[in-house]
């Protein structure tokens, strides 16, 4: 098997097991899927998933209907970024219309995309619990809210500078 | 201003670190819980509180304590529901961010006061910074004594776990996040039994939201009694309301449930009046499930009397002329707004969220969400609105969750309120386009105060 957890990702393992009792290992299913997302790449290919129902010693298929479930697994390869932008109601009363037109026209995809050079993935979501600072997306753990076109074209700009920056 | 129990240093700088907090008296009533009170002095303060579950249902919450059964030898767990999910609802998130230690002090006393010895916070996965802020609350709290063994010297141990969930709102309902937390999907279980008897890993479980939890600190501090004095009738304590939409200051605001609606959205010390001077046209006022209200409905009851922020009076009327309190998620709707469009995207949610389980809620909110689509582009048809109707009545209480009652009522209370702006749509097919309905359902002036 070509995927594995490298030490430290491995030592983060067995903190997130040894929460639950003896036994009850499985608990530990949705962080350890969250662990092999940012570990592997931002995206679950059935390969993780397998590695992961081996680590907990439970049967791929236990992995595969949970990972299916919950909208934050990707089961597809992502961009480098994934713009998830909120569409439900207290944001679309506060203009995410607009805003989602906009980052489509600035990044020439469309919902469910990923940009030619690999950098943007544009994800439509439902609420993301920042009613207040709507209109909003979430890119990786952080929330970037109050957004407007002017600040859509500054944090594209950032995130390509960040890449620069690495490079 | 009204009283604070909950915000009441929320500003205080550093509040988020444990020194500061504690510095401001925190923990003092963690310490009086568990050096001078008895489990069971504990759980009479809670239920003298009357406090009520703050997630939306309003179940009171030292009833629901009671209830948790103590077989010999089981473990017992309390589990925080910080899966905050519900459209317009983000007090949760507001709580955690700046006070993560408020919250392990009431959870400290929960756990105590129920017995459990490993007690999990199943947090929203997208809340993920969230979730960092309350591990390093609990490595504090752990290294200076609050967490772990034998605390105070009292014999208790504690420790609390956080539990990332992975972006589905149906783990919200309590026994779905139980299943969750076993690591499996989110398909909420058939009750009896209950998680007081069997929940998590089939052991008796208390599942609590975070504001229920954290107002457990005040309520010990004070007494349940004095608690109970805040307030007005069952509506006992202050709850935290966020505020959402169409207002000059969108954002998260303690009450203690004597203020008046119209208070609350036009005061500057609260919402500040609708955004740009514009009039308001509907609000949903407990998060998004909860029936959505006409402006003359929201501000005054069918009988004409001044409509408050509390349990009971929002919920005056029943369903045909009220709402709820619901999870103190605040929607505000201005002129401007279209309700199909509104209706819309909150079907769209319900269709995305339902866990597919029961038919009538898998397939309907689908259908739901279709037939909205068709006449929000249109394409509607004169006998669409009854078709609707017809959906929602067939969903609701028809599921093993509420999962489908809070699918239907949107839509029912929408064309309850608004059935000549869905008409307006369907005759207009091509004006409704490029036009709004606006204000036009009311013969009368719409209340707007100066």
């Known amino acids: 098997m070509s995927l594995q957890f490298n030490n430290e990702q491995m030592s983060e393992f067995k903190r997130l097991v040894a929460r639950y009792p003896e036994g009850k290992q499985k608990s530990a299913l949705l962080p350890v899927l969250h662990l092999a997302q940012d570990s592997f790449g931002g995206w679950l ?6 590695y992961v129902a081996s680590l907990l010693e439970i049967e791929p298929i236990e992995v595969y209907e949970v990972a299916t479930f919950y909208s934050m697994y990707n089961l597809k390869p992502v961009g480098k970024f994934v713009f998830e932008v909120c569409q439900t109601g207290p944001c679309m009363v506060s203009g995410s219309d607009n805003i989602i037109a906009y980052i489509q026209k600035q990044l020439d995809i469309k919902p469910g995309e990923t940009t030619k050079d690999g950098m943007f993935t544009l994800k439509l979501v439902e609420c993301l619990g920042a009613c207040g600072y709507a209109p909003m997306m979430q890119v990786g753990k952080i929330y970037r809210e109050h957004l407007t076109k002017e600040k859509v074209d500054a944090i594209i700009a950032e995130y390509r500078m960040q890449v620069v920056a690495q490079n | 201003m009204g009283v604070k129990l909950l915000l009441e240093k929320a500003n205080v700088p550093g509040i988020r670190t444990y020194d500061v907090y504690r510095r401001e008296g925190g923990y003092a009533t963690a310490e ?32 629901k304590w009671s209830f948790i059964a103590k077989p010999e030898g089981v473990p017992r767990h309390l589990v925080c529901n910080a899966d905050e999910s519900e459209p317009g609802t983000f007090k949760d998130r507001y709580l955690m961010e700046f006070l993560p230690h408020l919250l392990i002090e009431g959870l400290l006393i929960s756990s105590y006061a129920l017995g459990s010895n490993d007690t999990y916070i199943y947090i929203r ?44 709102y149906i783990c919200g309902e309590e026994t779905a996040l139980i299943e969750s937390l076993e690591g499996k999907r989110g398909n909420p279980r058939i009750k009896p039994p209950f998680p007081a008897i069997q929940g998590l890993w089939m052991r008796p479980t208390v599942v609590n939201n975070v504001e229920t939890l954290a107002a ?13 004095k805040i307030g007005v009738g069952r509506s006992t304590g202050t709850k935290l309301i966020s505020a959402c939409g169409n207002i000059n200051k969108p954002g998260v605001y303690e009450i203690d449930m004597t203020i008046s609606v119209e208070d609350f959205i036009y005061s500057d010390e609260y919402c500040g009046g609708i955004a740009g001077g514009k009039k308001l046209k509907a609000c949903i006022p407990g998060g998004s499930s909860v029936p959505i209200l006409p402006a003359n409905l929201l501000l005054k009851t069918a009988k004409g009397e001044t409509r408050y922020m509390n349990y009971e009076s929002l919920s005056d009327g029943g369903f045909a002329t009220g709402s709820m309190m619901g999870s103190g998620g605040f929607i505000v709707l201005d002129e401007d707004q279209c309700i199909v469009k509104n209706t819309l995207t909150l079907a769209r949610f319900y269709r995305h969220e339902s866990c597919g389980q029961c038919s009538p809620c898998r397939e309907g909110t689908g259908w739901m969400e279709k037939i909205l689509q068709k006449i929000e582009l249109g394409k509607g048809e004169s006998s669409d609105i009854d078709l609707l109707w ?53 013969a009368d002036p719409i209340h707007v105060p100066a």
């Open chain 2, 125 to 168: 996965g997208e809340y993920a910074w969230v979730a960092d802020i309350l591990e390093e609350a609990i490595v504090e709290a752990t290294k200076n004594g609050w967490l772990g063994k034998n605390i105070l010297g009292n014999g208790f141990d504690c420790m609390v776990h956080v539990h990332r969930g992975a972006g589905a």
């Open chain 2, 216 to 228: 457990v600190v005040p309520i010990i501090k004070m007494g349940g009694e004095e608690y109970a």
């Open chain 1, 45 to 50: 290919p059935t390969e993780a998933m397998d």
């Open chain 2, 32 to 63: 009086k819980a568990l050096k001078e009170m008895s489990i069971e002095a504990i759980v009479e303060e809670v239920k003298k509180s009357g406090l009520r579950g703050r997630g939306g249902a309003g179940f009171p919450a030292g009833m």
């Open chain 2, 390 to 442: 017809d959906i929602q009545r067939k969903i609701e209480g028809n599921t093993i969750c509420p999962l489908g009652d809070a699918a239907a009522w949107p839509v029912a209370a929408a064309i309850r309120h608004f059935r000549d702006e869905f008409e307006w749509h369907i005759n207009n097919r091509e004006l409704s386009q490029t036009s709004n309905f606006g204000l036009q359902h009311y």
